[in-house]
C-alpha cells in the first residue's frame, strides 16, 4: 500500500513540472515585469539594467530552471512592494485551506444525508423539494449568493460581518463558507442520490435484506459502503472547485486568503506573486487527487487488491 | 375443516403479483396456491420467465415495490401471515424462519464487506452472538459448505462463481432458517460442484429438519431432491403432485413437453429431442383461456375459453387441462406404475 502512495506522489512531479512550466511561459507573455517595476518614464538603459539585475535576460527556460530550484527551497522572490512573497503567501494560505476546509464539511455534512433520504425516499413531495433546491442551487452564480448573503445577514439584518476577519475568525467563516457550499451540496447531492439508487435495488442489497439485517444497516451500511466511491471522487472534484472558486469568493468576502491575494497581484501585473500563487495550488489540487485515489483504496477491496497485487 | 392438523410450514391462497412499469403492467404470478408440509421438499419447476423467483420472493416480502404489487388471501410463512406483519416482524422473520439462496452469485454478494462478516451479520442478528462467536461460526459454514475456514476474511472477487455461490448458500444456512428457499442454486455452476451442492443440500434437510423450496428447470435436480412438484406456466401452477404422480403419471401436455424436451440417460439415441415448440406468452397480456393453448399439440377451440379448472387425480395430484373434461383423453407419455 505505502509503496503504491508512493508512486502516485512520485508520478506527479512530471505533471507539476509541465504545469509549472506553462504557467511560468505564459505569465511571460502577459507583460514586461521591469515595465511595471521602473513605471513609463524609464530609460532603455534603466530598463536593461534592471532586466540584467533580475536575471531577465537569460532566456525562459534557465529562468524557469532557476524558479523552481527557488521554489522548492521556499522562495518564492519578491513581490512588486519589495515583500517576502513566500512570506506573504505562508501567511494566507492557511486561511484559504481553513475556508476550503470548512466548506467542504458543510456540504459532506448535509449533502450526503440529503442524497441519502432522496434516494430512499424516490419520487416523494421531499425528494422532489430537495431536487428542486438542488436544481436552482448548481444553476445560480455564486457571487449572486454571497451578494445576497452579504446583503440579508450583514446589512440588512446585521447579525455576521460580511467583510474580513476582524470580528473573529469563527464568525467571520459563516457567510463564505455558506456561500461557497452552496453549489458543493447541489451537485454532491444529486451524486449521492444517483450513486444510492443506482445500489438500492442491487441484488447484494436482497441478500442483506434476506437476512433480516435491518433497514437502515441495509442503506447506511450495504448501499453507502458501495455508493462511496462516486462520492468520494466527487468530494475530491468539489475540493479543486472550491480552491479555484477560492479567487471570486475571497474577493467577495475580503478574505485574507489566497484568492484575493492573487487577484490583487493580477490587477497590479505581479509577475511573482501570480506565478508562485498558481503553482503552489496547482500542487495542492494535484495532491487532492492523489489522496482519493488512495481514499479508494479504503473504501473497495477489489482496487486495493489491484495495487497491492493481493 | 380446514383444521387439518397437517404441520404447513407454507400456506399460499391465491397469490397474485403484478409489475406496474410506465409503459406496461406485467402479470407475473396469477392466483398461485399451494401448501408445503414442514421438512418437505417441494420443486418449482418452469421455464424462463414463468415467475418462480417472483413467487418465492413474496414469501420473503422481498418483491421489488414499486413496480412490484403483490396480492394474496392467504401468505403464511410457519404460520405468521406475510402480508400483514410489521417491517420489524418481517426483519425478525427474514434468516431465521425462512432464508433463500438467490439466483445469481457474482451479483448477490456485497463487494465490500468479507465472506465473513456477510454470513456472521445475520448470526449476530438473529443468535446475538458477539462479533468474535459470529466470526467463528461464519467459519464453520464455510468449512460446512467446502471453503477452507481460514478464508473468512476474504472478499467475494477473491472467489470462484462456483465458491460465490457457496457462500451465498453459506449465508443462507447460518441461521439454520425452518424454511430455505433456493432459486436455482447449481445454474451457476458447472456439474461437478452443481452434484456437491445438492448434495449438501440433501443433508442439510436431513440434519435441519428443513421445508425447502426448490426452483429450478432441470427435471434431473427434481428427481434426486424432491418431494412434491409444482409445475408453473406463466405465472400460474398447471400441475402440481407427488414427485411419483408427475414423473410417473404425467398429466398436463406442458409437463410432458418439459419431459420430451429432457435426453433420456440410457434411453433411445436415435430418439430426437422435442423442445416445446413456440415462445411463452407475454406477460403483459390477460389471455381468456389455457395460457399453453398456443402452443399445446391437444389444444382443441374449447381451450382459449375461460383458464381450465383445477382436476384432483390421485391423493395430491392436480391439473389444469381442460381437455381431461373428456372421460377419455390422455397425452402420449406412458404411465409408469
Ligand atoms: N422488478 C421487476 N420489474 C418488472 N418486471 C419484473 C420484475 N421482476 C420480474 N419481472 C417480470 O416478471 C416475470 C417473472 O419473472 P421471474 O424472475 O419470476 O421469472 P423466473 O421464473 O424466475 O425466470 P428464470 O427462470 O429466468 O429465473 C418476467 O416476465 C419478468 O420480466
Ligand atoms: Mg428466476
Redesign the interface.
Known amino acids: 500500500m505505502w509503496k503504491y502512495v508512493v508512486k502516485r506522489i512520485l508520478q506527479l512531479i512530471p505533471i507539476i513540472l509541465l504545469v509549472s512550466f506553462l504557467v511560468f511561459w505564459l505569465m511571460s507573455l502577459t507583460g514586461d515585469p521591469v515595465r511595471n517595476l521602473l513605471g513609463d518614464q524609464a530609460t532603455q538603459e534603466q530598463i536593461e539594467a534592471k532586466r540584467a539585475e533580475l536575471g531577465l535576460d537569460k532566456p525562459l527556460v534557465v529562468r524557469y530552471g532557476i524558479y523552481m530550484f527557488d521554489l522548492v527551497r521556499g522562495d518564492m522572490g519578491e513581490a512588486l512592494d519589495g515583500k517576502s512573497v513566500s512570506e506573504q503567501f505562508g501567511q494566507r494560505f492557511p486561511y484559504t485551506m481553513l475556508l476550503c476546509g470548512t466548506s467542504i464539511l458543510l456540504t459532506v455534512i448535509i449533502s450526503v444525508p440529503a442524497g441519502i433520504f432522496a434516494a430512499t425516499h424516490k419520487d416523494s413531495l421531499l425528494d422532489t423539494g430537495i431536487s428542486v433546491f438542488a436544481l436552482a442551487g448548481i444553476s445560480v452564480p455564486v457571487f449572486w449568493i454571497g451578494m445576497l448573503l452579504i446583503l440579508l445577514f450583514g446589512v440588512k439584518l446585521g447579525w455576521l460581518p460580511t467583510s474580513g476577519i476582524q470580528q473573529g475568525l469563527a464568525k467571520s467563516l459563516i457567510l463564505p463558507t455558506v456561500c461557497s457550499s452552496v453549489q458543493c451540496l447541489a451537485a454532491m447531492e444529486r451524486m449521492t442520490r444517483a450513486s444510492m439508487l443506482d445500489n438500492l435495488n442491487s441484488d447484494y442489497l436482497r441478500t442483506a435484506r434476506a437476512k433480516g439485517v435491518k433497514e437502515k444497516t441495509v442503506v447506511w451500511k450495504h448501499a453507502l459502503g458501495n455508493a462511496l466511491i462516486p462520492i468520494i471522487t466527487s468530494i475530491g472534484g468539489q475540493i479543486s472547485l472550491l480552491i479555484g472558486g477560492a479567487v471570486s469568493l475571497e474577493t467577495v468576502f475580503s478574505w485574507p486568503g489566497i484568492g484575493s491575494y492573487v487577484v490583487a497581484a493580477v490587477r497590479s501585473g505581479d509577475y511573482n506573486v501570480v506565478t508562485g500563487s498558481v503553482i503552489v495550488l496547482t500542487v495542492v489540487v494535484s495532491l487532492v487527487t492523489v489522496a482519493v485515489d488512495i481514499a479508494y483504496a479504503f473504501v473497495d477491496p477489489r482496487i486495493k487488491a489491484k495495487y497491492t497485487g493481493k | 375443516m380446514a383444521e387439518e392438523m397437517k404441520d404447513l410450514a407454507l400456506e399460499v391462497k391465491n397469490l397474485n403479483i403484478r409489475f406496474e412499469t410506465d409503459d406496461e403492467t406485467v402479470y407475473a404470478v396469477n392466483g398461485i396456491s399451494f401448501d408445503l408440509e414442514k421438512q418437505k421438499t417441494m420443486a418449482l419447476v418452469g421455464e424462463t420467465g414463468a415467475g418462480k423467483t417472483t413467487t418465492v420472493l413474496s414469501l ?1 416480502k ?1 418483491v ?1 415495490s414499486p413496480p412490484g404489487v403483490v396480492n394474496a388471501d392467504t401468505l403464511k410463512v410457519v404460520g405468521n401471515d406475510v402480508m400483514k406483519m410489521t ?1 420489524t416482524e418481517l ?6 424462519d425462512i ?2 439462496i ?1 439466483q ?1 452469485p457474482m ?8 465472506v465473513g462478516e ?1 454470513i456472521a ?2 448470526v449476530m ?2 443468535e446475538g452472538l458477539d462479533e468474535k462467536a459470529a466470526m467463528e461460526h461464519a467459519k464453520e459454514m464455510l468449512a460446512l459448505v467446502g471453503i477452507s475456514g481460514d478464508r473468512v476474511n476474504d ?1 467475494p ?2 472467489f470462484s462463481g462456483g465458491m460465490k455461490q457457496r457462500v ?1 448458500i453459506a ?2 444456512l ?1 441461521c439454520r432458517p425452518s424454511i430455505l428457499i433456493a432459486d436455482e442454486p447449481t445454474t451457476a455452476l458447472d456439474v461437478t460442484i452443481q452434484a456437491q451442492v445438492l448434495e449438501l443440500i440433501k443433508k442439510l434437510k436431513d440434519e435441519y429438519k428443513t421445508s425447502t423450496i426448490l426452483v429450478t428447470h432441470d427435471l434431473g435436480i427434481v428427481a434426486e431432491t424432491c418431494d412434491i412438484v409444482a409445475v408453473m406456466y406463466a405465472g400460474k401452477i398447471i400441475e402440481y403432485g407427488s414427485l411419483e404422480e408427475i414423473f410417473n403419471h404425467t398429466k398436463h401436455p406442458y409437463t410432458e413437453g418439459l419431459f420430451n424436451s429432457l435426453p433420456v440417460m440410457g434411453g433411445d439415441r436415435s430418439q430426437k429431442l422435442k423442445p416445446i415448440k413456440g415462445l411463452t406468452p407475454d406477460p403483459s397480456k390477460i389471455y381468456p383461456g389455457c395460457t399453453f393453448a398456443e402452443r399445446c399439440p391437444y389444444a382443441t377451440e374449447k381451450c382459449t375459453q375461460g383458464f381450465p379448472e383445477y382436476k384432483k387425480f390421485g391423493a395430491t395430484h392436480i391439473v389444469a387441462c381442460s381437455r381431461y373434461d373428456e372421460p377419455d383423453f390422455h397425452i402420449e407419455r406412458k404411465e409408469i406404475d
Open positions: 420473503l422481498l421489488q417491517a426483519e425478525a422473520m427474514r434468516g431465521k432464508a433463500m438467490f445469481d451479483s448477490s454478494l456485497n463487494p465490500v464487506m468479507t456477510q451479520e445475520s442478528l438473529h472478499y472477487h477473491q451465498v449465508i443462507a447460518a
